[in-house]
């Protein structure tokens, strides 16, 4: 098993944004893990933490936490929690390993410009950038709410100054500014990006 800790993010995150690594066991539910650290955070009992699931399945956090949302990720060993104040947060947690099919994937899921830069390429990099791709967009769409199933081609990431920043994205999530996105490597052998954009009073989600 891999030691209980994160590699430290640079640069680090906002003073409103947390996230941690923690040990994972296969077919091991995430959800008490997750309220186990979520309670040390927020400094009461793992049963006070108001975990619950949305009409989508998505975690929130309820009336005695309104204001904080979270997000967590399981890959391999690993388990990726993050949680944030006054925003909506998306987690994701990819283990590195050989992905031979990535550009054909890409081709069929991803918007048409991202297929195009991972098809120029080196044949060696293609790989960890199509892993990069994937967790930036799965923690957006982890964040809006919907997950994959809202279509990972409908938002599109370029890389500027070897950075991943989103450039184009359906109006469902707003505007691509609005967003930012972080990606790391949280642990050896592993790839993860943290989203997240403000959440307006006007659109916090009613306590459950």
Known sequence: ??????LPL????PSTIQCTWRDYAHGQPAEPLARLWLADVLGCEPAAVALVRDALGRPRLGASQHGWDVSWSHSGQGLLIAMGEGVQ?????ERTKPRPQ???LA???FAGNEAHWLAALPVETREAAFLRLW??????????????????DRLEFGEVCGVLQLIAC?????????WTVREFMPHAGYRAAIAWRDTPESQVPPPY
């Open 107 to 109: 081709r069929r899921f």
């Open 102 to 104: 990535a550009l054909a």
């Open 135 to 152: 967790c930036a967009k799965e923690s957006v769409l982890k964040a809006h709410g919907r997950g994959l199933a809202f279509g990972l």
């Open 170 to 178: 359906d109006r469902q999530l707003g505007q691509p500014d609005d």
């Open 89 to 93: 947060i998306g987690a994701d947690l």
């Open 1 to 6: 098993m891999t030691p209980n800790h994160m």
């Open 10 to 13: 640079s640069p680090s995150l």
